[in-house]
Nanobody, 122 residues
C-alpha cells in the first residue's frame, strides 16, 4: 500500500505561480510512475501531467503545456508540479497519482492522494 500526501495548494492571483508536492510513503521499495490530475465540482477528473518511472519521460495536457512542469525526486519519493502563469481556469482540486506501471490520461492509477485545492483569482 502506498500513501500519497499532496501539499502546496492555495490561493494565487492570475499570472502567479504555485508548486505542488506529493510525498509517497508506505511500500516505496519500488519506483512508481507519478502524475497529477485535477477536478472541479460536477466534472470528471482531468489529466494534467505525468512522469515515468525513471523520470525521463513527461507528458502534459494541452491546457497546461508550456506553463506547468512535472518533476520527481526518486530518492525522496516525492513528485512536484511547478505551475506558472496560472489562469482562473486552473482552479481545481489537484490530485497526485502513482502507479507501478504508467500513468495514463484516464484516471485509472492504483494510488491516489486526498487532493489539494488550487484557486486562481482573476
Amino acid at each position: 500500500q502506498v500513501e500519497l500526501v499532496e501539499s502546496g495548494g492555495g490561493l494565487v492571483q492570475a499570472g502567479g505561480s504555485l508548486r505542488l508536492s506529493c510525498a509517497a510513503s508506505g511500500y516505496i521499495y519500488v519506483d512508481y510512475a507519478m502524475g497529477w490530475f485535477r477536478q472541479t465540482p460536477g466534472k470528471e477528473r482531468e489529466f494534467v501531467a505525468s512522469i515515468s518511472l525513471n523520470g525521463v519521460e513527461t507528458y502534459y495536457s494541452n491546457s497546461v503545456k508550456g506553463r506547468f512542469t512535472i518533476s520527481r525526486d526518486s530518492a525522496a519519493h516525492t513528485a512536484f508540479l511547478q505551475m506558472n502563469s496560472l489562469k482562473p481556469e486552473d482552479t481545481a482540486t489537484y490530485y497526485c497519482a502513482a502507479d507501478p506501471d504508467s500513468i495514463t490520461q484516464a484516471p485509472t492509477a492504483v494510488f491516489w492522494g486526498q487532493g489539494t485545492q488550487v484557486t486562481v483569482s482573476s
